[in-house]
């Protein structure tokens, strides 16, 4: 199952990839793939035995990665944000500290 969770971060990543070149078609494309995985795994997960220790947290430290993906997406998307944070001064890696992510916080989307 983790294998799964790995597969939905890689979908993610290449989302993000083309949300940073501004391809919107290919963003949606990736957007519904991502969520037909998750619905997959959420039935699987529901449905499964619990994870052993290792692999749990594995699947948060790769659910908190889908948090960030998400929230950078939504940046790129939301012009208007870029604007706002150029006025109030504020900067993407002051925003979520030295790892350069964005900020963990709850979104809703495809994850």
Same mark, same amino acid.
Request: proline residues 5%.
């Given at each position: 199952?983790?294998?799964?969770?790995?597969?939905?971060? +890689?979908?993610? +990543?290449?989302?993000?990839?083309?949300?940073? !070149?501004? /391809?919107?078609? +290919?963003?949606?494309?990736? #957007?519904? !793939?991502?969520? /037909?995985?998750?619905?997959?795994?959420?039935? #699987? @997960? /529901?449905?499964?035995?619990?994870?052993? #220790?290792?692999?749990? #947290?594995?699947?948060? $430290?790769?659910?908190?990665?889908?948090? /960030?993906?998400?929230?950078?997406?939504?940046?790129? $998307?939301?012009?208007? !944000?870029?604007?706002?944070?150029?006025?109030?001064?504020? @900067?993407? !890696?002051?925003?979520?500290?030295?790892?350069?992510?964005?900020? +963990?916080?709850?979104?809703?989307?495809?994850?």
């Amino acid at each position: 199952m983790i294998d799964s969770y790995r597969r939905v971060v +890689e979908n993610a +990543e290449t989302m993000l990839e083309h949300a940073r !070149a501004g /391809r919107w078609d +290919e963003v949606a494309v990736t #957007a519904g !793939a991502i969520g /037909r995985l998750t619905r997959a795994l959420d039935g #699987a @997960r /529901r449905d499964g035995p619990a994870l052993p #220790a290792t692999e749990e #947290a594995e699947r948060v $430290r790769l659910l908190a990665r889908l948090v /960030r993906i998400d929230a950078e997406v939504r940046q790129l $998307r939301q012009p208007w !944000a870029r604007r706002l944070d150029a006025l109030l001064d504020v @900067r993407p !890696a002051a925003r979520a500290g030295s790892s350069g992510h964005a900020p +963990e916080e709850a979104t809703s989307g495809p994850f």
